[in-house]
């Protein structure tokens, strides 16, 4: 039994077991072994390492930061830290 969550929606790779990536923890939509893709939002193209100026960095990002952006909803939450 595979799980989705470690397949690559971009290109449908699968991760074998979870590495401690982010991905582990949502379905990449492009990952490395996505040829470039031409970006949805601003239209230029982007690879894995070349994003574009609209992809946010996870460099650096701990877990736990990259869990608070993603709600445990499934819901994507840009800015987990504003208070309105
Ligand atoms: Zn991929
Ligand atoms: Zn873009």
Known sequence: ???????????????????GAPTDLFPSAHCGNCPPWTCETCGQTCSA?????????LDGMTT???????AGDGTF?????SNP
């Open 1 to 19: 039994m595979t799980t989705p969550i470690l397949t690559c929606t971009g290109c449908g790779a699968t991760k074998p077991e979870p590495d």
């Open 64 to 70: 736990a930061d990259i869990k608070a952006i993603f």
């Open 49 to 57: 390492t070349a994003l574009c100026p609209c992809w946010i960095s």
């Open 77 to 81: 939450n840009v800015n987990p830290v």
